[in-house]
Antibody, heavy 123, light 108 residues
Framework: EVQMVESGGGLVQPGRSLRLSCIVSGFTFEDSAMSWVRQAPGKGLEWVAFIRSKTYGGTTEYAASVRGRFTISRDDSKSIAYLQMNSLKTDDTAVYYC??????????????WGQGTTVTVSS | EIVLTQSPGSLSLSPGERATLSCRASQSVSSSYLAWYQQKPGQAPRLLIYGASSRATGIPGRFRGSGSGTDFTLTIFRLEPEDFAMFYCQQYDSSPFSFGQGTKLEIK
């Protein structure tokens, strides 16, 4: 069974850091590109970050709103994707979803989603 | 940066009717890299369509994606009660991999 379980969310003060984890099972993680998507309360979906598999360089992409503050990474030996979030702002408050991205080299959509972890940035 | 604009913002229809949702891109998107998602309240989104017209695993045939260039459409034939939800388009043509703002499909 394909599963992705996020953790690491919580309440954090503005300016502080948080690291989200996404533990994967049921598919070959090292062959998969991964993304993080967030959804602020009552708002739509916002794509946040993307990481290619090592076969395709393991390179990353970021939304402008988080570039320079967030870092996506992966540990293929543990089948875990991470999102390191620094210098958090109140606007970063959202449910964060980990996703698997369909495709190899070219990408088509996100076919597996975790249940989401909630990040609240507030003083 | 590619901006996706979905219309209408909301749509009120009855079960059995046909829904037509639009997604317009600010610049051309390769059909291969346009996806549609459905999200119900309190749930994670699920992939409906990828490559503009290919149904994801387990998605019923009443969901049909079409379009090319800057204009894409999601059509839901013969609406079922479980189809009412939010719908988002997304492009993977170029980073940032943007979403549209969503269309809310409501029961009339």
């Amino acid at each position: 069974e394909v599963q992705m379980v996020e953790s690491g969310g919580g309440l954090v003060q503005p300016g502080r850091s948080l690291r989200l984890s996404c533990i994967v099972s049921g598919f070959t993680f090292e062959d998969s590109a991964m993304s993080w998507v967030r959804q602020a309360p009552g708002k739509g979906l916002e794509w946040v970050a993307f990481i290619r598999s090592k076969t395709y360089g393991g390179t990353t992409e970021y939304a402008a709103s988080v570039r320079g503050r967030f870092t996506i990474s992966r540990d293929d030996s543990k089948s875990i994707a991470y999102l390191q979030m620094n210098s958090l702002k109140t606007d970063d408050t959202a449910v964060y979803y980990c996703t698997r991205v369909l495709g190899y080299g070219y990408y088509y959509g996100m076919d597996v989603w975790g249940q989401g972890t909630t990040v609240t940035v507030s003083s | 940066e590619i901006v996706l604009t979905q219309s209408p913002g909301s749509l009120s229809l009855s079960p059995g009717e046909r829904a037509t949702l639009s997604c317009r891109a600010s610049q051309s998107v390769s059909s291969s890299y346009l996806a549609w998602y459905q999200q119900k309240p309190g749930q994670a989104p699920r992939l409906l369509i990828y490559g503009a017209s290919s149904r994801a695993t387990g998605i019923p045939g009443r969901f049909r994606g079409s379009g090319s260039g800057t204009d894409f459409t999601l059509t839901i034939f013969r609406l079922e009660p479980e189809d009412f939800a939010m719908f988002y388009c997304q492009q993977y043509d170029s980073s940032p991999f943007s979403f549209g703002q969503g269309t809310k499909l409501e029961i009339k």
